[in-house]
Nanobody, 126 residues
């Protein structure tokens, strides 16, 4: 499975962006999908995750209430809608997919995901 992330760009603080992660094949085998981000000089951090059916989502406290993750099976795509962006949200965002159910292991850990897309840069100006 190959994942392709897109949608990053430059936005003013308070603005919105929608990232998309398209899978090369049907995502039925990806029981978990997630987004992570990495800012310069910092470690990769968990942003959000969604289970196979889309019925369960998790968010980092720093983005809760501002970001939303969605799955669209017909398009083999997972979206990350980011609203009320802050300068501290600026990072390279990467999507990831895993073949284990979201309820297994720690969904916040990068090593729980088997497939990764290339990153897309999100820049937030103050």
């Amino acid at each position: 499975v190959q994942l392709q992330a897109s949608g990053g760009g430059l936005v003013q603080a308070g603005g919105s962006l929608r990232l998309a992660c398209v899978a090369s094949e049907h995502t039925f085998r990806l029981y978990r999908m997630g987004w992570f981000r990495q800012a310069p000089g910092k470690e990769r951090e968990f942003v959000t995750a969604i289970n196979w059916s889309g019925s369960t989502t998790y968010y980092a406290d720093s983005v809760k209430g501002r970001f939303t993750i969605l799955r669209e099976y017909a398009k083999n795509t997972v979206y990350l809608q980011m609203n009320s962006l802050k300068p501290e949200d600026m990072a390279v965002y990467s999507c990831a997919g895993g073949s284990r159910p979201l309820s297994v292991g720690d969904y916040r850990m990068p090593n729980e995901y088997d497939y990764w897309g290339q990153g897309t840069q999100v820049t937030v100006s103050s």
